[in-house]
């Protein structure tokens, strides 16, 4: 089973909905990344959070952890084409390594 | 651009070969990741290595190895390789953010495994 789990697995909506993607973590978390993939690409970085509470943004996405759940959401308002991807949750648990959830697929429909 | 270079961006291969992946990892960061990435395993943490010492060691097939040099460029190193070895292979820098490590992928070598 994975460390850290991802929900939904995929997601389709329609351009201008909102969105939120899960992570939850099976380890305590030390710290929470969100990336967005393109596909067949490499992974850009979205946000860092290193505090339970903590929320960030960046334009329309909006990033929140909760560490005493382990567990993180990110959440996409107004979505449109450009945020299409699959995005992926990574975390520090301990010992040097940051492991990755098995992404979320979004597609955007115009 | 992240700054992280990986090479070859693909790569065609038979069963049973060898092949060596490269990452040149961003001016000053020390440390590169390796991961490899399939459909059904999601991004696999491989291993991890910080100005040339391996650090963190993940689920590495024993085929497979790695190694950092002097200059800080890494490779990775696949052989006997098999039909479900086809994937595509991620290296990172990193750098240090308080406690935690912001990574910075390159764009990946994509391997065909026939």
């Known amino acids: 089973s994975q460390e850290l789990e991802q929900s939904p697995q995929s997601l389709i909506v329609q351009e201008g909905k909102n969105l939120t993607i899960n992570c939850t973590s099976s380890k305590t978390l030390y710290g929470l990344y969100w990336y967005k993939q393109k596909y067949g690409e490499g992974l850009i970085f979205l946000m860092m959070l290193q505090k339970g509470g903590e929320e960030k943004s960046h334009e329309k996405i909006t990033a929140k952890l909760d560490e005493k759940k382990q567990q993180s959401s990110l959440h996409i308002t107004a979505s449109q084409p450009s945020h299409a991807g699959i995005y992926l949750c990574g975390a520090n648990t301990g010992g040097f390594k940051t492991i990755f959830g098995a992404g979320t697929r979004l597609f955007v429909k115009a | 651009d992240s700054g992280v270079t990986q090479t070859p961006k693909h790569l065609i291969t038979a069963t049973g070969q060898r092949v060596t992946l490269r990452c040149s990892p961003r001016?000053?960061?020390?440390?590169v990741y390796w991961y490899q990435q399939s459909l059904d395993q999601g991004l696999q943490f491989l291993i991890q290595?910080?100005?040339?010492?391996?650090?963190a060691k993940g689920n590495i097939l024993e085929r497979f190895s790695a190694q950092q040099f002097p200059d800080l460029h890494s490779e990775l190193n696949l052989s006997s390789l098999e039909l479900g070895d086809s994937a595509l292979y991620f290296c990172a820098s990193s750098v240090f953010v308080g406690e935690n490590e912001k990574l910075f992928f390159g764009s990946g070598t994509q391997l065909s495994v026939l």
């Open positions: 001016s000053g960061d020390l440390s």
């Open positions: 290595y910080y100005n040339g010492e391996e650090r």
